[in-house]
């Protein structure tokens, strides 16, 4: 196995592990896996401007190294095309592990969340890093309580056709709270909540892209089964502003970092229709299997412990990514040329 070993001064290590209080005015040295991706890379964003020296580990499989350009020319920042499934050696203060085939599409990959998690926490292990883990509301499954609270434990169908994303991220939780309570890693874990803005894969299936490609493009809004269903809405800038809190602070979670303003897939078929094309057709088609009802996130203890809530509505938020995706998608911005 290939390994990479990387050495840093030692002006910035983080001897013992432990962060103290405070630290957070120091510059750290944080690793980012699935830092080339849509979360991961306004993450990075985030970091480097915050002054830290920032690694991306990063197999390219959804992420897109255009995310990471603007910091190529930069000493404190550094990408590696690697998998995380295979081991790595690297020296830094922080893990955020986001890392994972993340949408529809892309589902079918267990062993990224069971063996990349495993190898990001034995690495944490071994230079006692903090470990941040991204798991995702899906660990709730089709739940039977709303909104859901971090005390739920799910309703999940080990055996369907999601359930190598919802399992996999309920392992990935398990891994690190066993390191956590087994071994003395210092884990947080953030359940995420349906999030969006600009940088998000277009054709990935996730139905916010999918319905703002599609209004650009004049295509009908595909809307599966009835389009009662619920999800909520989170802006990227909040989200990430949430996991930095969640890393800083005092507390391993799980937190539920999502914006409780809760829709209907026809009523966010709407709002992109008001913001895009008024114009846009809807199409129904039928649902996939094992599609959760109804999502919301319960807050409350985000809010009380990382003094954290999302400031961005869907209606705000939606248009902010519009001009992302035309370029994208038509190779110009006619909103940025007028
Ligand atoms: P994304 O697909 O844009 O980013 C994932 C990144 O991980 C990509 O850059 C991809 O290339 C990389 N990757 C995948 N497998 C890898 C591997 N084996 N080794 C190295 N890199 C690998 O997705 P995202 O929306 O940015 O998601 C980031 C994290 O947040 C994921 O863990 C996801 O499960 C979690 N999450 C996201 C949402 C959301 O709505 N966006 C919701 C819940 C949870
Ligand atoms: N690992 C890694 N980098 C490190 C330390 C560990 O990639 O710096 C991997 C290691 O190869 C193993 C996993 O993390 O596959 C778990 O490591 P741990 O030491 O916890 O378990 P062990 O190797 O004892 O099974
Ligand atoms: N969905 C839809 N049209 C699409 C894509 C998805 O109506 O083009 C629906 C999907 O059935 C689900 C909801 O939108 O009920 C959210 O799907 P997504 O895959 O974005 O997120 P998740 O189901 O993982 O929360």
Same mark, same amino acid.
């Given at each position: 196995?290939?390994?990479?070993?990387?050495?840093?001064?030692?002006? =910035?290590?983080?001897?013992?592990?432990? /962060?103290?209080?405070?630290?957070?005015?120091?510059?750290? !040295?944080?690793?980012?896996?699935?830092?080339?991706?849509?979360?991961?890379? =306004?993450?990075?964003?985030?970091?480097?401007?915050?002054?830290? +020296?920032?690694?991306?580990?990063?197999?390219?499989?959804?992420?897109?190294? &255009?995310?990471?350009?603007?910091?190529?020319?930069?000493? !404190?920042?550094?990408?590696? @095309?690697?998998?995380?499934?295979?081991?790595?050696?690297?020296?830094?203060?922080?893990?955020?592990?986001?890392?994972?085939? %993340? +949408?529809?599409?892309?589902?079918?990959?267990?062993?990224?969340?069971?063996?990349?998690?495993?190898?990001?926490?034995?690495?944490?292990? @071994?230079?006692?890093?903090?470990?941040?883990?991204?798991?995702?509301?899906?660990?709730?499954?089709?739940?039977?309580? =709303?909104?859901?609270?971090?005390?739920?434990?799910?309703?999940?169908?080990?055996?369907?056709?999601?359930?190598?994303?919802?399992?996999?991220? $309920?392992?990935?939780?398990?891994?690190?709270?066993?390191? =956590? @309570?087994?071994?003395?890693?210092?884990?947080? /874990?953030?359940?995420?909540?349906?999030?969006?803005?600009?940088?998000?894969?277009?054709?990935?299936?996730?139905?916010?892209?999918?319905?703002? %490609?599609?209004?650009? @493009?004049?295509?009908?809004?595909?809307?599966?089964?009835?389009?009662?269903?619920?999800?909520?809405?989170?802006?990227?800038?909040?989200?990430?502003?949430?996991?930095?809190?969640?890393?800083?602070? &005092?507390?391993?979670?799980?937190?539920?970092?999502?914006?409780?303003?809760?829709?209907?897939?026809?009523?966010?078929?709407?709002?992109?229709?008001?913001?895009?094309?008024?114009?846009?057709?809807?199409?129904? $088609?039928?649902?996939? %299997?094992?599609?959760?009802?109804?999502?919301?996130?319960? /807050?409350?203890? %985000?809010?009380?412990?990382?003094?954290?809530?999302?400031?961005?509505?869907?209606?705000?938020?939606?248009?902010?990514?519009?001009?992302?995706?035309?370029?994208?998608?038509?190779?110009? &911005?006619?909103?940025?040329?007028?």
């Amino acid at each position: 196995i290939a390994l990479q070993v990387n050495h840093f001064d030692g002006e =910035h290590y983080n001897a013992g592990g432990k /962060i103290p209080l405070g630290l957070k005015n120091k510059k750290l !040295r944080i690793l980012v896996t699935g830092g080339a991706g849509f979360v991961g890379s =306004h993450l990075v964003d985030r970091l480097m401007e915050r002054g830290d +020296s920032v690694i991306v580990v990063d197999n390219f499989f959804t992420g897109r190294k &255009d995310n990471l350009v603007h910091h190529f020319n930069k000493p !404190r920042f550094e990408l590696i @095309r690697h998998d995380v499934v295979e081991p790595i050696l690297l020296e830094v203060d922080q893990i955020y592990h986001l890392a994972c085939p %993340a +949408s529809p599409v892309h589902y079918n990959d267990h062993k990224t969340n069971v063996m990349g998690t495993l190898n990001m926490l034995g690495l944490a292990k @071994r230079i006692n890093a903090r470990f941040l883990l991204t798991s995702t509301s899906e660990v709730y499954g089709d739940p039977l309580q =709303h909104p859901q609270v971090e005390t739920y434990w799910g309703n999940v169908n080990p055996i369907g056709v999601r359930s190598c994303y919802d399992e996999g991220k $309920r392992t990935a939780e398990t891994l690190t709270m066993d390191y =956590h @309570r087994g071994l003395n890693v210092e884990a947080r /874990i953030a359940r995420i909540f349906n999030t969006y803005g600009p940088r998000m894969c277009i054709d990935d299936g996730r139905v916010v892209s999918n319905f703002v %490609a599609q209004a650009l @493009r004049k295509e009908p809004l595909t809307v599966y089964g009835d389009g009662k269903q619920t999800r909520s809405f989170q802006y990227v800038s909040d989200l990430v502003e949430g996991l930095m809190r969640l890393m800083e602070g &005092d507390h391993v979670g799980p937190f539920n970092l999502g914006n409780p303003g809760e829709f209907t897939m026809l009523e966010l078929a709407k709002v992109v229709q008001e913001t895009i094309d008024p114009n846009a057709k809807i199409e129904f $088609r039928p649902n996939t %299997a094992d599609d959760p009802h109804k999502r919301k996130p319960d /807050i409350s203890k %985000a809010k009380q412990l990382l003094g954290w809530e999302p400031k961005v509505s869907l209606r705000e938020g939606l248009p902010l990514m519009v001009s992302d995706f035309r370029q994208r998608i038509f190779g110009d &911005d006619k909103e940025a040329k007028g």
